[in-house]
């Protein structure tokens, strides 16, 4: 079943809102980072489609985007564990209950931000695919 675009992003945030980190959508980094990170969801690109005609199917691989960001002494730890609960968050459910072919994220690249007169911060990008097909490119 076709779904749209704004359904499925809705539901990989719902699902990144169950961690324990706070996680927002579509927000700017805030002036603090919570203790347990935070992740910020960003809708990101659809990309162009493959088309089949009939019936007529719009296949998508959405490239959405995570920021994963954490601060103080024990970044490091902090951040792999934030990482590897996105990566068990998606892997519990591939397909966001249904609503896409299927979900993947691909590897962070974790940079060290200073922020002066506080701790450093650790942030990362964590690209995530989305597959799912619609009949609209609009409303899809």
């Known amino acids: 079943m076709p ?4 359904t499925i992003l809705a539901a990989l945030h719902a699902r990144l809102s169950a ?6 959508r579509g927000e700017v980094l805030p002036e603090r980072v919570p203790v347990e990170g935070l992740l910020i969801l960003r ?3 659809p990309g162009e489609p493959e088309v089949t005609m009939s019936p007529l199917a ?4 959405h490239r959405a985007e995570i920021e994963a960001v954490v601060q103080g ?3 490091d730890a902090a951040f792999d564990t ?3 609960s996105v990566g068990k968050a998606l892997a519990a ?22 922020v002066e007169g506080a701790a450093t911060l650790k942030a990362a990008v964590i690209p995530v695919v989305l597959h799912y097909s619609t009949d609209d490119p609009l409303g899809g």
Do not use: F, I, K, N
Not at 3 to 6: A, D, P, Y
Not at 19 to 24: K, M, V
Not at 58 to 61: I, T, W
Not at 93 to 111: I, N
């Open 93 to 114: 459910d591939r397909t966001l209950g249904g609503l896409c072919d299927w979900v993947e994220a691909e590897a962070p690249r974790p940079v060290d931000l200073p």
């Open 3 to 6: 779904m749209s675009r704004e």
């Open 58 to 61: 719009y296949h998508y691989q």
């Open 73 to 75: 002494a024990g970044r």
């Open 43 to 45: 809708d990101g690109e």
């Open 82 to 84: 934030l990482t590897a």
């Open 19 to 24: 961690l324990p980190a706070t996680a927002l």
